[in-house]
């Protein structure tokens, strides 16, 4: 998974990663944002969940909360990945 682009000319193995550092970014606020969401919605089961550990409860909490986010920025960047190289492969495939 490429996280930086260090060099601004596309070389040929660049060909399959088009995406920036930006991009990447954008994809961790957005996680952070559908975290943030899930969370507040699921906020009463999670709290009745981690109570069974009541000294840790908070670090329990915590812990879902960038656990989901790592999760969520993760599964958004790898399929952000993989549709650009399926779209990539096809436009080879079909040239217009």
Known sequence: MVVFLARSDQSESDRFH????RNHYVFGIIGLGITILSVF?????LVGIVSLVPLLSTTAIAFVGVVTWVVVWLLLDLAYEHYVRK??????????
């Open 41 to 45: 919605l699921t906020y009463s089961l």
């Open 18 to 21: 088009p995406k920036t550092a």
């Open 87 to 96: 779209r990539s492969t096809s436009s080879e495939t079909y040239p217009d």
